[in-house]
């Protein structure tokens, strides 16, 4: 697997380049230039040179500084939300697929309900409901994607749940729990993996689209859908100031989906050799 993996150019570029990204993130401060948050009103809108590479914004902000600072919330709340929604999704998922019975129809039902509706409008109605705050866009996030994961877990369990191997592992008397965790959870593992790197692209997108709307992170916070809301209130004026987030959000998102597709590749068993 690992081998088949470093022979796929796409997977290893791409994972390197989010790699990349998540430790400039992460080395922020060591990294910027300038005080993200540092005003300077009699500097704004600085063209780009040596001290600020990408300039500065209406306030003399340093736009460099507030873009890597802006990978950490940007990065970090889909990270969360992916791990929020593959959590609540798998778990569904395995109860409907193993158990089947009941639990199936209930939780599919469940799922039908969530799914007839369009995602973005669930989204801006959950955080509407439970105000304008960075927990509940997670939390809206999750209560709408889990649905999706949850139909795509089952399937992948349903086709593992009668193997052989499982039906020995329950013939032995080992627990359901073993039987999920030890047998079922590494079958369909790849497929999971997929998934994540696909949905945390979506992530990114919702995220940023929300605090663009001023829905999600608020400002100062260097969030770059955030600094595209900022943007916006003086585009006729500096476009420019657009110009750096909205590329930004571009690349990492089609990084991730990418990465996806490689994945799929990588993992996928037809292509085994």
Known sequence: ????????????????????????????PVLAPHDPYATNIMNKFAKFSMDYPL???????????????????TLGLATLTMFGTIGLGAFMG??????????????????????SFPSQIMVFAVVALLGIDVRNVILANVFIKWAWYARMIRAGVLKYRDKNYIQFSRCV??????IL????????SSELAVLASLDIGWAIINISTLSFLGLGVQAPVPEWGAMLNEAKNVLTT?????????????????????????????LDPKEAS
């Open 238 to 266: 500096n476009p420019v100031q657009m110009i750096a987030p909205g590329i930004a959000i571009v690349v990492l998102v089609t990084a991730f989906n990418l990465l996806g597709d490689a994945l799929r590749d990588v």
């Open 55 to 73: 300039g500065t914004d209406h306030l003399g902000r340093c736009v460099l500084s507030r873009m890597i600072y802006g990978i950490r919330p």
């Open 94 to 115: 395995f109860m409907a697929g193993y158990f089947r019975g009941w639990i199936d129809e209930i939780i599919m039902r469940v799922v039908d309900v969530m799914l």
């Open 1 to 28: 697997m690992l081998k088949k993996f470093l022979e796929n150019k796409m997977a290893v570029a791409m994972t390197g380049l989010v790699f990349i990204i998540a430790l400039i993130g992460l080395f922020a």
């Open 181 to 188: 965790l030890r047998h079922l959870l590494p079958s369909i």
């Open 173 to 178: 008397g080992n627990k359901e729990s073993f």
